[in-house]
């Protein structure tokens, strides 16, 4: 089919674009600058200039396919709230030109917070009424009228450039000479591989299923001890624990997420799709850190 994918030129866009094209769908990939078509029109998309900002545009292209995939989103950790705002209306915007149709709208959401601490998240989980995220993807896709929507929940998603939240952490250790988790380092992360978020994206839009919620994830949860110390041995960096106390000087916005469990489940996203991830762990991953990109 011809699917419309946001955030096409971005680190899951690119090879969620390259696994469509490679499954013989056509894709209409956003992009925002010359940089940006020059990318997709190399993998064999067509491109649509555009931007989450601009409305227009989003549902200029979601008017010109039978399926979007929304994977954009404003990485401004400094305005998150803002980003978060720019997310619901380009959704709501989105949804505005699919509704009445049979076209599905996949939305990107997150698996943190939807489970109490030691807790897996699953995909039975509801996001609750109270969560204190500003990020409302998949409150506002799950709510609209007569489309039909789904989820993508995803993990920490990595290579060896970038590593979810992780990335940051990666950044703090060579700025700081130092890699730090807090406490015993005893809370997990979950997380899976980029080739098999993609691969799952395909999947997902494949199975045309409204209303369903799929968790992204290889590791239920890797602890932050063995991350830090992945970390230092890639970067050449002592490891040392930090207090609670400590964790905000040494992570910045970072310290709200580095001792809290991020768990959560495949089981059922596994069994609903046949996904079977196959990439690098993310212990592995970090131990083959860029370090001129990270």
Same mark, same amino acid.
């Given at each position: 089919?011809?699917?419309?994918?946001?955030?096409?030129?971005?680190?899951?866009?690119?090879?969620?674009?390259?696994?469509?094209?490679?499954?013989?769908?056509?894709?209409?990939?956003?992009?925002?600058?010359?940089?940006?078509?020059?990318?997709?029109?190399?993998?064999?998309?067509?491109?649509?200039?555009? *931007?989450?900002?601009?409305?227009?545009?989003?549902?200029?292209?979601?008017?010109?396919?039978?399926?979007?995939?929304?994977?954009?989103?404003?990485?401004?950790?400094?305005?998150?709230?803002?980003?978060?705002?720019?997310?619901?209306?380009?959704?709501?915007?989105?949804?505005?030109?699919?509704?009445?149709?049979?076209?599905?709208?996949?939305?990107?959401?997150?698996?943190?917070?939807?489970?109490?601490?030691?807790?897996?998240?699953?995909?039975?989980?509801?996001? *609750?009424?109270?969560?204190?995220?500003?990020?409302?993807?998949?409150?506002?896709?799950?709510?609209?009228?007569?489309?039909?929507?789904?989820?993508?929940?995803?993990?920490?998603?990595?290579?060896?450039?970038?590593?979810?939240?992780?990335?940051?952490?990666?950044?703090?250790?060579?700025?700081?000479?130092? *890699?730090?988790?807090?406490?015993?380092?005893?809370?997990?992360?979950?997380?899976?591989?980029?080739?098999?978020?993609?691969?799952?994206?395909?999947?997902?839009?494949?199975?045309?299923?409204?209303?369903?919620?799929?968790?992204?994830?290889?590791?239920?949860?890797?602890?932050?001890?063995?991350?830090?110390?992945?970390?230092?041995?890639?970067?050449?960096?002592?490891?040392?624990?930090?207090?609670?106390?400590?964790?905000?000087?040494?992570?910045?916005?970072?310290?709200?997420?580095?001792?809290?469990?991020?768990?959560? *489940?495949?089981?059922?996203?596994?069994?609903?799709?046949?996904?079977?991830?196959?990439?690098?762990?993310?212990?592995?991953?970090?131990?083959?850190?860029?370090?001129?990109?990270?």
């Amino acid at each position: 089919m011809r699917v419309f994918v946001t955030g096409a030129t971005g680190f899951v866009g690119i090879p969620t674009v390259k696994e469509l094209i490679g499954a013989g769908h056509k894709v209409l990939g956003m992009a925002r600058s010359e940089e940006g078509e020059k990318s997709l029109a190399g993998i064999g998309a067509d491109v649509h200039r555009g *931007s989450l900002e601009d409305l227009e545009s989003l549902r200029t292209g979601a008017a010109a396919a039978e399926a979007v995939i929304h994977l954009g989103f404003v990485h401004d950790w400094s305005n998150f709230a803002q980003s978060c705002e720019i997310d619901r209306r380009a959704i709501e915007a989105l949804g505005s030109v699919l509704a009445g149709s049979d076209r599905l709208l996949m939305v990107t959401s997150g698996t943190a917070g939807l489970a109490g601490p030691g807790q897996l998240a699953t995909e039975e989980d509801d996001v *609750s009424p109270d969560f204190p995220s500003p990020r409302v993807s998949e409150q506002t896709a799950l709510s609209l009228k007569d489309v039909r929507a789904s989820v993508v929940r995803l993990p920490q998603v990595h290579n060896t450039v970038r590593q979810g939240l992780l990335t940051y952490a990666v950044a703090m250790a060579r700025e700081k000479g130092v *890699s730090a988790y807090v406490g015993e380092g005893r809370n997990r992360w979950a997380a899976a591989h980029i080739s098999d978020v993609a691969r799952l994206y395909r999947l997902a839009l494949e199975k045309n299923e409204a209303g369903a919620k799929y968790h992204a994830v290889d590791e239920e949860g890797v602890p932050m001890l063995d991350i830090a110390h992945a970390i230092g041995r890639s970067l050449k960096v002592p490891v040392k624990s930090i207090s609670a106390e400590e964790a905000p000087a040494h992570f910045g916005w970072l310290a709200m997420f580095a001792s809290h469990d991020l768990v959560a *489940s495949s089981e059922k996203t596994r069994k609903m799709l046949g996904w079977n991830p196959v990439g690098p762990g993310l212990i592995a991953d970090l131990e083959r850190v860029d370090v001129a990109d990270s």
